[in-house]
């Protein structure tokens, strides 16, 4: 039987083992905790050259990505929106803290003011078939404030018939009247941010939610129509145990989430500055880690949530889940989604867009965002035009996180020497099958995911010590 045959058969039949910490050795563990990317992009946003995207470059390549967009299934709007009242000190995103609610209006309409220069690069109004609604803390703008943005949005493009609207809320200010707004202009996904319920870790990361909290805005946001409640947990985070990761699954699993996004702390505190509210001491050391993450998973498993991608777990009949299952997920800056368009358009402070062939990310500073949109500029700061071989290794590196496989297709040539070698020793270790044709994750190599995509990356073999302090730790 050749490799590619059996490599085509044993894609539709996975493996049945459940990696848990007794079959993962401490010695695996230890080796593949090093800093790596998440792969939300290839290349990863820190080899992108500050000021490198010249205007005319980006807005040709918009134009093509939004000409092929229209022609398939339309397009993708993530629209940044900055502002949160409190800093939850995890938290490493891109955020101003301020109970300053006048800043709501002068921030939309800087926004609104940028779709419009995107709107110019179109031959037509576009087709959007997602919105996300991210942050900072979407539900820190008003009601009224976020119906203006977004009848402006739909007002001047065309929305796909199926649209898929999604935004972030925190339980703590998502009201009945933000939900009921945004559930009129068409939004039917919510994903609440809730990360953990035991009184301590939430005072170290000061975000004081109590389940009853949570619970009302879930009821509430079910009352009123919407059809896919997601909730976020992280696992790492200060003075965590075993016992308080339990519980806090244990009380989420009875309020029923479709999907549950289960992300490892990411301790970065060159980034965060929050994060420095405490140290190294006070986080559970990797393989403490590996422990909370594994009781998360059996708890979902067991309760019928299906483990799909990196991170994610959701019902059946989901459609992150079937597309998961039908091979049809994919992932870009606002994580694994069951939609692929061409052209993603990033709107906002620190916003990134993906134009197929190219990155743009725009300016961080908030004043100095506004500023430049309204001198008539896209706000870039920093992007990159990607070469036909960066286009092939990010398919690459995309199938093995959407899809847990990979088949080289007519370019094996871009997995050098020191990749295969580094991969031969995966397979070793029973990280991965390994073929002529590719490669497929196997259920215990699923929790290094990230590691075996760095095989793949040739920025990060030749700079790994230098580019290292960039990534957190993938274990």
């Excluded at 398939?72 to 000190?89: N, R, V």
């Excluded at 991210?134 to 018939?161: A, D, K």
Aim: a neutral charge; one cysteine or more.
């Amino acid at each position: 039987m050749s490799n590619s045959i059996k490599m085509n058969e044993e894609n539709h039949v996975r493996e049945k083992e459940v990696a848990t910490m007794t079959n993962i050795p401490k010695a695996l563990m230890d080796k593949y905790n090093v800093p790596v990317p998440r792969y939300t992009s290839y290349p990863t946003l820190p080899h992108w050259k500050e000021g490198k995207m010249i205007q005319w470059d980006w807005q040709a390549k918009v134009k093509k990505a939004a000409k092929a967009g229209t022609e398939a299934d339309g397009i993708s709007l993530y629209l940044h929106l900055p502002y949160c009242e409190a800093l939850c000190t995890y938290c490493a995103c891109n955020k101003r803290i301020t109970k300053n609610h006048g800043v709501e209006k002068p921030y939309i309409e800087a926004l609104l003011k940028e779709w419009a220069m995107y709107r110019e690069l179109f031959d037509e109004p576009p087709v959007i078939r997602e919105i996300h609604l991210g942050g900072g803390t979407p539900t820190f703008f008003s009601p009224e404030n976020l119906r203006h943005l977004m009848e402006n949005i739909t007002e001047t493009s065309n929305p796909s018939v199926s649209i898929d609207y999604s935004f972030e809320g925190h339980p703590n200010n998502t009201t009945k009247e933000h939900l009921q707004q945004l559930y009129a202009m068409g939004f039917r996904r919510v994903s609440f941010g809730v990360q953990d319920l035991d009184t301590t870790v939430q005072k170290a990361i000061n975000r004081i939610q109590p389940y009853d909290r949570v619970e009302q805005v879930m009821d509430t946001a079910r009352e009123i129509g919407y059809t896919s409640v997601n909730i976020d947990l992280i696992y790492g985070l200060p003075f965590q145990t075993e016992a308080s990761v339990r519980s806090t699954i244990e009380q989420v699993i009875m309020l029923k989430p479709e999907r549950i996004a289960f992300y490892s702390y990411a301790h970065v505190p060159w980034k965060g500055t929050g994060q420095r509210a405490y140290s190294k001491m006070d986080l559970p050391n990797s393989e403490s880690k590996r422990k909370l993450y594994e009781i998360g998973k059996q708890l979902f498993l067991k309760n019928d949530y299906l483990d799909i991608g990196m991170d994610h777990f959701a019902v059946a009949g989901d459609p992150l889940n079937t597309a998961f299952r039908n091979k049809m997920m994919h992932r870009n800056f606002m994580g694994y989604t069951p939609h692929s368009t061409t052209l993603l358009v990033g709107l906002g402070a620190s916003a990134i867009s993906d134009a197929d062939t190219a990155y743009a990310q725009n300016i961080k500073n908030i004043e100095e965002y506004i500023q430049t949109v309204h001198s008539g500029r896209l706000p870039l700061s920093k992007g990159h035009c990607l070469s036909e071989d960066e286009i092939i290794l990010r398919t690459y590196i995309m199938d093995i996180l959407c899809k847990g496989e990979v088949c080289w297709r007519d370019r094996p040539d871009l997995v050098d020497i020191n990749a295969m070698i580094g991969l031969h020793t995966m397979a070793k270790e029973g990280l991965i099958k390994l073929y002529d044709t590719g490669l497929r994750v196997t259920d215990i190599g699923m929790p290094f995911i990230r590691n075996i995509c760095a095989m793949l990356d040739p920025y990060l073999q030749k700079d790994d010590v230098s580019m290292a302090p960039k990534f957190s730790v993938a274990i």
